[in-house]
């Protein structure tokens, strides 16, 4: 390698909630930087710009905070090679895109939506697999001029090799070799002048020096497309290392529907930041066969990369909440006490309850009891005790279920915004106010006489008023 220094990126997208995932992806890239002396990159990359939010921004570069993985250069601190936020390299990405126009390695492509979605179709008829038909893979420069002149709108495609193969190693993985006629002519710039992930990725972490790629395995597939990049560029690649994606009890992906995803959501519970890094390190990588509890120094100071373990690393709730215990039973009087200070009773989020429990109690003793939800999750209901009389469990989980989609892409989440959202479902499916707002206010507290169930779902948070409906649905969907 080429390479002066140990350069390594996590690159996060700001298009949802803070991901396990990118935690676990962020730790391995901390501890091999710490480990040889280099440096972690935080590149946010939002070329989505439908999707990107600032606020998703700000929550993943607190709850990696908050985990103790802090990076070297990034958005919020800067550095030598920013910005580093992709949205604002827009112009870099476009004069490389250029270059591979200019050198034949890319090519315009003035196909219309309506022409791709007939190709797409045709595919799926003839069985075949779905991509484009390079119809303007060998269009004139006469003809992309005309066309330009004409204000047609057009993206960039990556002109990729029809036969061979694309070679590349990985660093725990070996050898890895895929057929280029399984590799589309992707698109580098999309029509509203943004990058794509692909070409935003391979310019930006040559132009950052980044030494090593530390990514999870579904990238696995994408990297002979980055490997072509960097081979039109003629630009040196760097070393590979994907590592193995989390997954279900069932070895499924790990998603939302399956475990709670959301950092966020592990923070609101309880659960000790030490203990979740202990937790993820464990996801890729041992310390010893006989010793699962260790420090994040101690990680550094053993850690070697190809001992990382491809097996697909099981995210269990329950090994997280014992590691959780065994933290916590070596916290001090002092630090237990300010943890509840902190986090369980934060002042401010004590000042939001005064505002709805007050006129509900008498007397202090009186708090824990009407306030109990705001802490704990109630026990889970049945089906007979949340259910309208005049609606069935079907038509109860389908409300619900609908419900819960829309507000996982609810990410401003005030009083205000959730009553419209409700009013507009409760609307849409046609049901009465209180046979559609009881059943909610019973998942989420255990009660009836709760404050205004928006105000409480405001105040629960997000994460919490989430998990707590999907809990309950699908502890009911398999009964």
Same mark, same amino acid.
């Given at each position: 390698?080429?390479? %002066?220094?140990?350069?390594?990126?996590?690159?996060?997208?700001?298009?949802?909630?803070?991901?396990?995932?990118?935690?676990?992806?962020?730790?391995?890239?901390? =501890?091999?930087?710490?480990? /040889?002396?280099?440096?972690?990159? @935080?590149?946010?990359?939002?070329?989505?710009?439908?999707?990107?939010?600032?606020?998703?921004?700000?929550?993943?570069?607190?709850?990696?905070?908050?985990?103790? @993985?802090?990076? %070297?250069?990034?958005?919020?601190?800067?550095?030598?090679?920013?910005?580093?936020?992709?949205?604002?390299?827009?112009?870099?990405?476009?004069?490389?895109?250029?270059?591979?126009?200019?050198?034949?390695?890319?090519?315009?492509? *003035?196909?219309?939506?309506?022409?791709?979605?007939?190709?797409?179709?045709?595919?799926?008829?003839?069985?075949?697999?779905?991509?484009?038909?390079?119809?303007?893979?060998?269009?004139?420069?006469?003809?992309?001029?005309?066309?330009?002149?004409?204000? $047609?709108?057009?993206?960039?495609?990556?002109?990729?090799? !029809?036969?061979?193969?694309?070679?590349?190693?990985?660093?725990?993985?070996?050898?890895?070799?895929?057929?280029?006629?399984?590799?589309?002519?992707? =698109?580098?710039?999309?029509?509203?002048?943004?990058?794509?992930?692909?070409?935003?990725?391979? =310019?930006?972490?040559?132009?950052?020096?980044?030494?090593?790629?530390?990514?999870?395995?579904?990238?696995?597939?994408?990297?002979?497309?980055?490997?072509?990049?960097?081979?039109?560029?003629?630009?040196?690649?760097?070393?590979?290392?994907?590592?193995?994606?989390?997954?279900?009890?069932?070895?499924?992906?790990?998603?939302?529907?399956?475990?709670?995803?959301?950092?966020?959501?592990? &923070?609101?519970?309880?659960?000790?930041?030490?203990?979740?890094?202990?937790?993820?390190?464990?996801?890729?990588?041992?310390?010893?066969?006989?010793?699962?509890?260790?420090?994040?120094?101690?990680?550094?100071?053993?850690?070697?990369? $190809?001992?990382?373990?491809?097996?697909?690393?099981?995210?269990? !709730?329950?090994? @997280?909440?014992?590691?959780?215990?065994?933290?916590?039973?070596? @916290?001090?009087?002092?630090?237990?006490?300010?943890?509840?200070?902190?986090?369980?009773?934060?002042?401010?989020?004590?000042?939001?309850?005064?505002?709805?429990?007050?006129?509900?109690?008498?007397?202090?003793?009186? *708090?824990?009891?009407?306030?109990?939800?705001?802490?704990?999750?109630?026990?889970?209901?049945?089906?007979?005790?949340?259910?309208? $009389?005049?609606?069935?469990?079907?038509?109860?989980?389908?409300?619900?279920?609908? !419900?819960?989609?829309?507000?996982?892409?609810?990410?401003?989440?005030?009083? =205000?915004?959730?009553?419209?959202?409700?009013?507009?479902?409760?609307?849409?499916?046609?049901?009465?106010?209180?046979? /559609?707002?009881?059943?909610?206010?019973?998942?989420?507290?255990? &009660?009836?006489?709760?404050?205004?169930?928006?105000?409480?779902?405001?105040?629960?948070?997000?994460?919490?008023?989430?998990? &707590?409906?999907?809990?309950?649905?699908?502890?009911?969907?398999?009964?």
């Amino acid at each position: 390698m080429a390479f %002066d220094q140990v350069r390594v990126r996590v690159a996060p997208s700001p298009t949802g909630d803070p991901h396990v995932g990118s935690a676990y992806a962020t730790l391995f890239n901390y =501890v091999f930087a710490k480990k /040889y002396g280099g440096k972690l990159i @935080l590149r946010i990359e939002d070329t989505d710009q439908a999707r990107a939010k600032a606020s998703s921004e700000q929550q993943i570069m607190a709850c990696l905070k908050w985990l103790g @993985l802090q990076w %070297d250069e990034g958005p919020d601190c800067g550095g030598e090679y920013g910005p580093y936020r992709q949205s604002e390299r827009k112009h870099i990405h476009r004069q490389y895109a250029d270059k591979l126009l200019e050198n034949g390695s890319a090519y315009r492509c *003035f196909c219309t939506a309506e022409h791709l979605a007939q190709v797409r179709e045709q595919q799926k008829k003839n069985g075949l697999k779905t991509a484009y038909d390079r119809k303007c893979r060998e269009l004139s420069s006469a003809s992309a001029e005309k066309n330009m002149a004409a204000g $047609k709108p057009f993206v960039v495609r990556m002109k990729m090799p !029809l036969q061979g193969t694309t070679p590349f190693m990985d660093v725990i993985r070996g050898k890895i070799e895929i057929a280029n006629e399984l590799l589309d002519d992707q =698109v580098l710039i999309k029509s509203d002048g943004f990058p794509t992930y692909h070409l935003a990725n391979v =310019v930006d972490d040559h132009l950052m020096k980044i030494s090593h790629v530390i990514r999870a395995e579904e990238w696995i597939s994408s990297t002979p497309k980055h490997i072509q990049l960097y081979q039109a560029f003629e630009w040196e690649t760097p070393e590979f290392i994907h590592l193995p994606l989390l997954r279900n009890t069932d070895r499924s992906k790990i998603s939302k529907r399956k475990n709670p995803i959301s950092l966020d959501f592990y &923070r609101r519970k309880g659960i000790l930041p030490k203990a979740l890094v202990n937790f993820l390190a464990l996801m890729g990588w041992s310390y010893s066969s006989d010793r699962e509890i260790f420090t994040l120094e101690e990680m550094i100071e053993k850690f070697e990369v $190809k001992a990382i373990n491809l097996g697909g690393p099981i995210f269990d !709730l329950k090994k @997280l909440t014992w590691m959780n215990q065994q933290y916590l039973q070596r @916290l001090s009087e002092e630090e237990f006490v300010n943890y509840l200070r902190t986090e369980v009773f934060a002042k401010e989020y004590l000042s939001k309850i005064f505002q709805v429990i007050l006129e509900r109690i008498e007397t202090f003793d009186q *708090f824990v009891e009407k306030a109990q939800y705001f802490f704990s999750p109630p026990a889970i209901m049945t089906i007979e005790e949340v259910c309208p $009389k005049n609606r069935d469990k079907a038509q109860l989980l389908t409300m619900l279920s609908g !419900l819960l989609d829309l507000l996982d892409e609810q990410y401003v989440w005030e009083m =205000v915004h959730l009553q419209e959202t409700m009013d507009h479902h409760r609307n849409k499916i046609d049901w009465k106010p209180g046979e /559609y707002l009881v059943p909610i206010r019973l998942i989420l507290t255990g &009660r009836k006489d709760s404050p205004p169930l928006s105000k409480t779902m405001e105040i629960l948070g997000r994460e919490l008023s989430r998990q &707590r409906m999907r809990d309950w649905i699908q502890s009911h969907q398999a009964s």
